[in-house]
Every structure is written in structure tokens, then in C-alpha cells.
């Protein structure tokens, strides 16, 4: 079946730092990526949609400076989390949409979990 | 606005017990209803699906059926495994925003032996 892959898998970083996770879906192409972050024991909550060749929309409360999105390929979205700070410590799930049609199935991946010191 | 909520957990039940998760929506159109789960560790996998009204959604021995008129998705099955201890997040999706999922709290289920 279609799989959606997220590197790295886990990251630590200082405070201050950026760090860069990538979203590909490795069998299918995605027209259209969705950022999610996930706090512990609760729930995820849409960041950003990502469209292929276009800007990303983000979701209300959601600072599209601080999380830059790029969707470069049909293949590919990165979410740049820029001078991170512990309270941005969180786990990061993409998903994408393929091009089948409106009512494809959307494919998770597994998860990026940032710790920010 | 669109929202969904279940039950809270955890659940806690021994093996071969009935589970029943409770979920219910709010939507400004027709949407699509999910569950999925999420296993320790790992991210989210699809469990099932029901994309219209009285739809069921059925897989690895878990059911729910789309109930309009309640506004409902529960989710059941008829006797659970230690393995299907995990969290499962009720979840929709509209037709003009597909993809775009609003997910409930989730709802952790742990099975004893």
C-alpha cells in the first residue's frame, strides 16, 4: 500500500536553532501534504496545508514565519521549524493526498518527534 | 464550526471484552467519517471508513456505522485483543476540504490478559 515517510524520525536541538523535517510519500504522488502537530496524550491539530507549486495555507493561530512549509515536488514537503524553543516541542505528523481524485484516502506518516532544549 | 468528540479514556478491559468507543460530530456539511488508531510509538493508521449516511465501516473485527440522524460513529468490537490496546481518534473530513481532517481527543484503550 502507499506509504508516507518522515526524516528524521526524531531530532534534539538547542534553543535558537532550526531544524528541517521532511514529508515524502515514496509510491504515489501528493499533490496536496497536510502538517499536523500532536502534544502528549492529546490530540493532532492541523498546522498547514501544502500544495505542490504553491504557497502553503495556514491554519489560524498558526505563525507561518516561524514554521516555514515547502511542498517542491509533487514527492516532497519540508516544515523548517526556525529559532525553535522548547515550548515547540512536539511530535510532527504530515499526511498526504494523492491524485487519484477528491475522495482518495489519505496516508499518515509516522511521526517526527522534536525536542527542543 | 466542525468538531468531534469521544469518549474519554483510558478504557481498560480484559481480553475478549465488547469495546465500544463513543464518537459524535458537528459539521457544516456532509463529511466523511474516520477512525484511526495509533499504536505506541508509531503514527497514525487507518482502522475504517464510512463516507456517507448508514454506511458501515468494518476491519480487523471493528465496526461503525455512519448515523446521520445522531450525529454519530461509534465504534465497537465484539471481543478486543491485547493487541488492540492502543489510541483510536474519531476523525472528519469534508468533500470541499478533503484531507483537511478535524480529529477528536482520542481515546486510549488498554486490554489486560
Known amino acids: 500500500g502507499a506509504v508516507v515517510s518522515q526524516h528524521p524520525s526524531w531530532v534534539i536541538c538547542k534553543s535558537g536553532t532550526s531544524v528541517k523535517i521532511e514529508c515524502r510519500s515514496l509510491d504515489f504522488q501528493a499533490t496536496t501534504m497536510f502538517w499536523y502537530r500532536q502534544f502528549p496524550k492529546q490530540s493532532l491539530m492541523l498546522m498547514a496545508t501544502?500544495?505542490?507549486?504553491?504557497?502553503?495555507?495556514?491554519e489560524q493561530g498558526v505563525e507561518k514565519d516561524k514554521f516555514l512549509i515547502n511542498h517542491a515536488s509533487l514527492t516532497l514537503s519540508t516544515l523548517t521549524v526556525t529559532s525553535a524553543h522548547p515550548e515547540d516541542s512536539s511530535f510532527y505528523i504530515c499526511?498526504?493526498?494523492?491524485?487519484?481524485?477528491?475522495?482518495?484516502?489519505?496516508?499518515f506518516g509516522p511521526g517526527t518527534r522534536l525536542t527542543v532544549l | 464550526g466542525n468538531s468531534v468528540t469521544q469518549m474519554e479514556g483510558p478504557v481498560t478491559l480484559s481480553e475478549e471484552a465488547f469495546l465500544t468507543i463513543n464518537c459524535t460530530y458537528t459539521?457544516?456539511?456532509?463529511?466523511?467519517l474516520f477512525w484511526y488508531v495509533q499504536y505506541p510509538g508509531e503514527g497514525l493508521q487507518l482502522l475504517l471508513k464510512a463516507t456517507k449516511a448508514d454506511d458501515k465501516g468494518s476491519n480487523k473485527g471493528f465496526e461503525a456505522t455512519y448515523r446521520k440522524e445522531t450525529t454519530s460513529f461509534h465504534l465497537e468490537k465484539g471481543s478486543v485483543q491485547v493487541s488492540d490496546s492502543a489510541v483510536y481518534f474519531c476523525?472528519?473530513?469534508?468533500?470541499?476540504?478533503?484531507?483537511?481532517?478535524?480529529f477528536g481527543a482520542g481515546t486510549q484503550v488498554v486490554v489486560t490478559p
Open positions: 459539521a457544516t456539511g456532509y463529511p466523511s
Open positions: 476523525a472528519l473530513t469534508l468533500s470541499d476540504s478533503w484531507g483537511k481532517f478535524q
Open positions: 501544502s500544495n505542490e507549486g504553491s504557497k502553503a495555507t495556514y
Open positions: 499526511s498526504a493526498k494523492g491524485l487519484a481524485g477528491p475522495t482518495d484516502t489519505q496516508y
